[in-house]
């Protein structure tokens, strides 16, 4: 029984994206995620351990998909993401806001920024401004029309993955995925 739907990414991934991993990899893990959502609280970990069992065998991309009617800090926390990534350190923040779920506000965030060496003075700003809301947006959009429609979502190799998100039921997806990409052969085996 295939655990793939039909639904596909709607936007390729690109130089836009957040990317951990080779761009030849076998895999492509895409997850439309929201740093307030406590599914994808859980699934964090669960990212974490593929990425360290598959290596350069997978390439992870992160869009943010803030779910603003459900968690009043969803957006921001995505735009301090974005603001980190700004000064080369996306993946840092992704990992401090993921860590502390239960402090998102403004000032968590500064605190968060501070804690990772950020220009405090640009990083203020830009949530003071919304320097990153359009992008935060540009993502979730592109998940509208993916068919995202909460989180977190996950795709492979641009089919979005309809099945449970625990590691053993990734792990089959995902193997699955490799084998179609590579004709039964799959790279994961090894």
């Not at 997978?58 to 009043?72: A, C, I, K, T, Y």
């Not at 592109?142 to 993955?161: L, Y």
């Not at 997806?173 to 799959?186: K, N, Q, S, W, Y």
Request: hydrophobic share 35%; proline share 5%; aromatic share 8%.
């Amino acid at each position: 029984m295939s655990t793939h739907s039909p639904a596909g990414l709607a936007l390729p991934v690109s130089e836009r994206d957040h990317v951990q991993g080779p761009t030849n990899a076998p895999i492509t893990l895409v997850e439309y995620g929201d740093y307030e959502c406590p599914h994808c609280g859980r699934a964090f970990p669960i990212v974490e351990d593929l990425r360290r069992r598959l290596g350069d065998r997978m390439r992870f991309v992160f869009r943010n998909f803030p779910l603003m009617q459900s968690h009043e800090h969803a957006e921001v926390a995505a735009e301090a993401a974005e603001a980190a990534g700004a000064q080369g350190r996306f993946w840092e923040m992704h990992h401090a806001l993921f860590t502390h779920q239960n402090s998102l506000g403004k000032s968590d965030l500064v605190r968060h920024a501070a804690q990772l060496g950020l220009n405090i003075g640009q990083f203020s700003h830009a949530l003071t401004r919304r320097t990153f809301q359009l992008r935060v947006r540009e993502d979730f959009m592109s998940g509208v029309r993916s068919g995202v429609n909460g989180t977190p979502t996950f795709f492979i190799n641009g089919k979005r993955h309809d099945g449970p998100f625990d590691l053993s039921s990734l792990l089959g997806a995902i193997a699955e995925a490799a084998e179609l990409r590579d004709g039964g052969h799959t790279p994961l085996s090894r």
